[in-house]
C-alpha cells in the first residue's frame, strides 16, 4: 500500500511538468507566422519567465 502510494505520488511530480509544456504545444496557436513555443526548452523557459514555477505543474492535483 505505501509504495503503491509512493508511485502513484511521485509519477505526477517527475513528469506533470512535462505534460504541461506538451499539452501547451499541442493547443499553441500560431501568431503571425511565428510559433509562441518553438521546443520544449523554449516552451519550459517561456512558462517559468510569464507564470512562474508552479505553473509547469498546473493540474497536478486532479
Do not use: N
Not at 511538468?17 to 523554449?42: N, Y
Request: net charge negative; glycine share 12%; hydrophobic share 40%.
Amino acid at each position: 500500500m505505501i509504495s503503491g502510494f509512493l508511485s502513484g505520488t511521485a509519477d505526477p511530480v517527475c513528469t506533470g511538468q512535462f505534460d504541461v509544456v506538451r499539452t501547451r504545444l499541442m493547443v499553441q496557436s500560431r501568431e503571425g507566422d511565428e510559433l509562441k513555443c518553438k521546443g520544449l526548452v523554449h516552451a519550459i523557459t517561456t512558462i517559468y519567465a510569464e507564470e512562474g514555477c508552479l505553473a509547469l505543474w498546473k493540474g497536478i492535483t486532479a
